[in-house]
T-cell receptor, first 113, second 111 residues
Framework: EAGVVQSPRYKIIEKKQPVAFWCNPI?????LYWYLQNLGQGPELLIR????????DSQLPKDRFSAERLKGVDSTLKIQPAELGDSAVYLC???????????FGPGTRLTVL | GEDVEQSLFLSVREGDSSVINCTYT??????LYWYKQEPGAGLQLLTY?????DMKQDQRLTVLLNKKDKHLSLRIADTQTGDSAIYFC???????????FGSGTRLLVRP
């Protein structure tokens, strides 16, 4: 069974540029999460989807971050404009249902210059 | 509040047992997890324990939960060089289903 797929794996951009990350969850997993992992720290939740509905986006900085999961499968996380402090690893995870174990993708490492 | 704490670093000799400790603050946590992260990779789910259990064993891994002290540990028997990685403890919040992670313990296995 394929795991969570993310692309790109690495992205380098200049500040003020837009950037987008893509995630394809494990087949059949209705719950999808985006996490942010800063260097030397554990991941922190940005947003959680149940199917196509964002049910917890309280930690998402909505002035510059947006996310969508239009058909309840793939998801895209966008930053516009990017700031230097956004340099981090962006992880996508999925689970078969809320409260069940979460499986993580390899992440996208973003560097903002 | 929500907080998970781990020691930063552990060094063991190959073949010895490793014990990684974690403390958490929210007594309403339903599940507690251990994840492994190798350099440049995502988080790999190793094992988890339900809050009404006090021990779970899975091959070389043993998880102990002391709910009274809010203390979780992961024991790796016969530690191998391939076990060198960062290990994250996480608690699952029943109300929000999000995972609260510690900062990770870097395990170094010396030959």
């Amino acid at each position: 069974e394929a795991g969570v797929v993310q692309s790109p794996r690495y992205k380098i951009i200049e500040k003020k540029q837009p950037v987008a990350f893509w995630c394809n969850p494990i087949s059949g997993h209705n719950t999808l999460y985006w996490y942010l992992q800063n260097l030397g720290q554990g991941p922190e939740l940005l947003i959680r989807y149940e199917n196509e509905e964002a049910v917890d986006d309280s930690q998402l900085p909505k002035d510059r971050f947006s996310a969508e999961r239009l058909k309840g499968v793939d998801s895209t996380l966008k930053i516009q404009p990017a700031e230097l402090g956004d340099s981090a690893v962006y992880l996508c995870a999925s689970s078969p249902a809320p409260g069940r174990e979460q499986f993580f993708g390899p992440g996208t490492r973003l560097t903002v210059l | 509040g929500e907080d998970v704490e781990q020691s930063l670093f552990l060094s063991v000799r190959e073949g010895d047992s490793s014990v990684i400790n974690c403390t958490y603050t929210d007594s309403s946590s339903t599940y507690l997890y251990w994840y492994k992260q190798e350099p440049g990779a995502g988080l790999q789910l190793l094992t988890y324990i339900f809050s009404n259990m006090d021990m779970k064993q899975d091959q070389r891994l043993t998880v102990l939960l002391n709910k009274k002290d809010k203390h979780l540990s992961l024991r790796i028997a016969d530690t191998q060089t391939g076990d060198s990685a960062i290990y994250f403890c996480a608690e699952s919040m029943d109300s929000s289903y999000k995972l609260i992670f510690g900062s990770g313990t870097r395990l170094l296995v010396r030959p």
